[in-house]
């Protein structure tokens, strides 16, 4: 250990990876029967930002079993690792990792595939299925959005989590210590529940020009929390040694989204909308203060702004909690941003979405909000005493146009003539983000291609070259843009490509300073695989890797709604009535009851 407390004396921030925070629980190897370790593919600073690995480990340890963390150590880190021998280990137990019989990995994001890959192999790990069979070595596991098609990383994993893994993990646990580990028997039990997708069991057929035509398995259907007052939650956590991308408490108010933006996969995911009650998240959040000493609680959700009782709820926790503490509101629409809220939160920047600059775009991708109310949240946040906004923006959305581009422009023209309506103390500092738009499985627009270098390179030229002078712009580069898209619609083909571009030194990918495009390029390359052919358009009849799983969303309802974008046509609210996405049966608000 000594030649292991030099390398934590030399690295940049020793203090990911000492464990020991504050509020962190203790956790008892062998308790239960079963030591479990959470995995996060990137920096300890991200990972413990993330309230759903939380609710994950909460749910083994109220089961009784053994629940540890790891994070993806920084590249000064492995490579020290590596040198001495050391495998990666634990945070609080420093348990190797290929002594736990289950490790699960948080998949957030296609950019973290490849650190997967790097944490298995500082683990000692062998990284597909099948170097692994027959040997002692862990249950490897996932969950997260992007198992909605978890077919690129399928040679890698036994088991992946669809849908709301906080609801089947544990009792997979369970089924594990009944079964005496990962036999056969064990596998084919697992199949047989919700939101369990077993690989081996289940392989994509092919036909000669490479398309899908069946899989060997059975339809997968997602895992669904009913009750989100009932279920897991972890009113404890621990304080992170070093700063974090979010240093608050989290609540997680309510899972899923109303509106049906037809670019957005985390509101289709995460169908129904569920609710926590006021008591419920007034006792939380004071849980959560106690428990870590937090000056701000953020109210989470897709839109939190949809949540019935927002006012009530407010008032619950501005009642309860002691008066220093901030609530925060980060996923507002803009025509729900309230400027009384605004009034009471801290004078820094405010961001909006308006994702697209003419409401004719708005329409086709179902952003149902107007100019007049994007202007109108403006001008309330500059009354509240903000001076800094930040606008965010899509370019390649279907159908969109240099008018659409132009729009962009024009929106960012009436925000600085709102703002020099009045006399303010500061100048106004405007932001526009405009990211290349990612088709994603599961969505009205799963079945369209994404535009090409040339494309991405003219919308990008054209604001920059059109966005008013002193306004700030960034954008996405297009490589990791295409990455992004590759690995959300491929098959398992692209598993050799993922681990050629792990070998090919490729890690922390979604990290722009880290990408590495020419290990990309190499890898694809190397691997015979044209990455262009998963960006294509999809034909409506053509099978798609992701069609094993069922979300409970009726692809005839995505068809209906691909087919109301290009008519121009807004699908209204959840909240206005149901529009029969095929969630009728599960859905509190189909009901009657929310």
């Known amino acids: 250990m000594g030649s292991l407390r030099e390398l934590l004396l030399k690295c940049e921030k020793p203090s990911r990876y000492t464990g020991g925070e504050y509020g962190a629980p203790e956790p008892v190897w062998g308790a239960g029967k079963f030591n479990f370790c959470m995995c996060f593919p990137d920096l300890y600073e991200v990972g413990m930002s993330n309230l759903g690995i939380k609710i994950v480990a909460k749910s083994f340890e109220e089961r009784g079993m053994c629940a540890d963390f790891c994070f993806a150590p920084a590249r000064d880190f492995g490579r020290g690792l590596k040198e001495l021998g050391v495998p990666l280990y634990s945070l609080a137990l420093k348990a190797p990792l290929k002594d736990f019989d289950m490790v699960g990995f948080s998949l957030q994001y296609e950019l973290s595939y490849t650190n997967v890959l790097y944490m298995l192999d500082l683990a000692g790990i062998p990284l597909t299925r099948e170097e692994r069979r027959g040997r002692n070595y862990p249950l490897i596991v996932a969950g997260g959005p992007c198992t909605a098609n978890p077919e690129p990383l399928a040679d890698f994993f036994d088991i992946f989590f669809i849908g709301d893994g906080e609801s089947v993990d544990a009792a997979v646990a369970e089924l594990y210590v009944e079964c005496g580990g990962a036999t056969e028997e ?43 007052d009932g279920a897991v939650f972890p009113d404890k956590i621990a304080v ?30 995460y169908r129904p909308v569920r609710k926590r009650s006021v008591a419920t998240l007034t006792k939380q959040a004071c849980s959560l203060i106690k428990a870590t000493g937090y000056g701000e609680v953020s109210l989470n959700s897709l839109s939190t702004g949809d949540y019935g009782k927002l006012s009530e709820l407010l008032k619950s926790l501005k009642g309860t909690l002691p008066p220093e503490i901030t609530l925060a509101l980060p996923s507002l629409r803009v025509d729900s941003f309230d400027g009384e809220f605004a009034q009471d939160s801290r004078k820094t920047s405010l961001t909006f979405a308006p994702e697209a600059g003419t409401q004719r775009l708005r329409d086709v991708i179902n952003k149902d909000i107007t100019e007049e109310e994007i202007l109108r949240a403006a001008e309330s946040a500059f009354n509240a005493g903000y001076s800094a906004v930040k ?80 306004v700030k712009f960034s954008w ?62 999809r034909a409506e009849s053509e099978i798609l890797p992701w069609d094993f799983a069922d979300m409970m969303i009726d692809k005839k309802f995505l068809l209906a709604e ?20 095929g969630m009728q049966k599960n859905c509190p608000a189909a009901r009657g009851e929310i």
Request: glycine fraction near 8%; charge should be positive.
């Open 562 to 581: 691909r087919g109301r974008a290009y008519a121009g046509k807004v699908t209204g609210s959840c909240m206005n009535g149901c529009h029969a996405c």
């Open 240 to 269: 992170p040694n070093c700063e974090s991308v979010h240093d608050r408490a989290v609540l997680e108010v309510m899972r899923g989204c109303y509106r049906g933006c037809r670019f957005c996969q985390a509101g289709f995911l």
């Open 476 to 537: 996405s580069a297009y490589y990791p843009s295409l990455l992004e898209a590759v690995l959300a619609r491929g098959d398992r083909s692209l598993g050799h490509v993922v681990r050629a571009a792990y070998k090919n030194g490729c890690t922390f990918d979604g990290w722009d300073n880290l990408f590495n495009e020419d290990g990309w390029r190499k890898a694809f390359y190397d691997c015979g695989i044209y990455a262009g052919k998963f960006v294509r358009e």
């Open 186 to 228: 064990f596998f084919e039990r697992a199949a047989e529940l919700d939101g369990v997708y077993v690989p081996a069991l289940s392989a994509p057929q092919y036909r000669a020009d490479g398309t899908i035509s069946g899989f060997c398995g059975p339809k997968v259907r997602r895992a669904l929390a009913d009750d989100l």
């Open 391 to 470: 606008l965010y923006f899509m370019i390649g959305l279907p159908t969109e146009t240099d008018e659409d581009l132009q729009g962009i422009c024009n929106i960012c023209e009436k925000v600085r003539a709102i703002y020099s309506k009045a006399k303010r103390p500061k100048a106004l500092r405007i932001s526009v983000s405009a990211a290349t738009f990612v088709p994603k499985p599961f969505t009205p627009f799963q079945w369209e291609r994404q535009i090409d270098e040339d494309e991405v390179r003219h919308k990008q030229d054209y604001l920059i070259k059109h966005l008013p002078r002193g």
